[in-house]
């Protein structure tokens, strides 16, 4: 008799459960809502560096050093590659010794120079500063001036000149030289690669021994620290942005650490170029992303406002009221008993509060769990209870 009491309690508790439904949180309850603000439009891009170059060759040579691998970063001004020069600085010895000649050739012609202004080979004037030696002062000029065969002054005047043209070759000489030497020494510059700013190595061409010829890329640097998008945007966005102004983007990997934000991350407007592509009627436009929120060369949407387009009129909803049974979106519907009903949507573009708009299959003033959990089906409850 007692089995049998049991058995009609327990009955009683199941079917209890199975008419009395607990009530749904406020929280968990999402009424759709009509879409405010300007139309968006989702444009994709590449996450580039603030800063890239390619350092290439400057003159022919064996690769000599390199200085790591992809990732490796460095310092502003450490030397990145740098080319076999042994040629180079043979001729530079060269021409130090030629530059040597050259001085003494200059120190020689001072020489002279002094030499024909103190004790010239003509004499300048009675009273003048030249000894000239006894058969010059005695028989021969006495000779010459008495015939008026020399002009003792046109003489001197002649000497010095031509010393001091003598100088002046010489001084030129080293002054070409010298020239000759700056080129020199530029041309080994040329044969090292130096880091232009702090960043790391992105890709490298060559390796040690590799003969390089002058423009061959040696290897791509770049500043990862601060990163672009870098976007081709249609021309009949370009008007609704200006520098510095804040929109939204999705980044389709986050860097390694990041934490995943499903409203995106906010991107300034750094750069609209001025003139668009004639071909292809799009205006590149670049974006400052966040420190750490992604890596180079990954993809990433922006939410650029469409000024030309209609006021939005599609509702809103929160992305975590989505489930999606294989590829089609839907969400849970509760009816005028509170019953949640999955019901197939048609998803658009987010919002920069971190909703999406639905194209179709809701109204606003609908119901609609927020976030539903693994239990919740069509015609069950949330502690999975049939509601039939």
Avoid at 227 to 232: G, P
């Amino acid at each position: 008799m007692g089995n049998i009491i049991k058995r009609v309690l327990l009955s009683t508790a199941a079917l209890v459960a199975l008419v009395s439904v607990p009530a749904l949180a406020v929280e968990d309850v999402y009424v759709v809502k009509q879409a405010e603000g300007l139309p968006t439009v989702s444009v994709g891009g590449t996450v580039i560096p603030y800063k890239e170059v390619t350092l290439a060759a400057q003159l022919p040579g064996r690769v000599k050093f390199l200085a790591g691998i992809e990732g490796d970063a460095f310092k502003e001004g450490d030397l990145l590659v740098s080319l076999d020069a042994s040629e180079l600085l043979a001729k530079r010895q060269a021409l130090i010794a030629q530059i040597a000649t050259a001085d003494a050739q200059i120190r020689n012609a001072g020489v002279q120079f002094n030499r024909e202004l103190y004790s010239p080979r003509a004499r300048t004037s009675p009273g003048g500063m030249g000894v000239p030696n006894l058969f010059d002062q005695f028989f021969t000029r006495p000779m010459e001036d008495f015939i008026g065969d020399r002009d003792q002054r046109a003489e001197l005047s002649a000497d010095l000149f031509a010393s001091s043209t003598q100088m002046q070759e010489a001084h030129n000489a080293m002054m070409q030289l010298q020239a000759e030497l700056q080129a020199l020494d530029s041309r080994l510059r040329d044969a090292r690669a130096i880091s232009p700013f702090n960043g790391i190595i992105v890709r490298k061409f060559v390796e040690v021994g590799d003969t390089v010829q002058p423009g061959q890329p040696l290897l791509n640097y770049a500043d990862i620290e601060f990163l672009q998008v870098e976007i081709d945007i249609p021309a009949r966005l370009r008007p609704g942005l200006r520098e510095g102004m804040m929109l939204r983007a999705e980044l389709d990997v986050p860097a390694q650490g990041a934490v995943a934000d499903d409203s995106g991350v906010p991107v300034r407007v750094a750069q609209i170029f001025p003139m668009a592509d004639p071909q292809r009627h799009t205006v590149k436009v670049k974006f400052d992303l966040p420190q750490g929120v992604s890596e180079p060369g990954m993809y990433a949407k922006v939410l650029v406002p469409d000024f030309n387009a209609p006021a939005r009129l599609n509702p809103v909803i929160p992305r975590s009221a989505i489930r999606y049974n294989g590829s089609l979106p839907g969400v849970y519907v509760l009816d005028n008993e509170g019953n949640p009903q999955l019901r197939l949507i048609r998803v658009g573009e987010p919002t920069p509060q971190g909703g999406v708009t639905v194209l179709s299959g809701l109204r606003a003033g609908e119901r609609i769990l927020t976030d539903p959990g693994p239990g919740i089906a069509t015609g069950w409850s949330r502690d999975g209870a049939s509601r039939r």
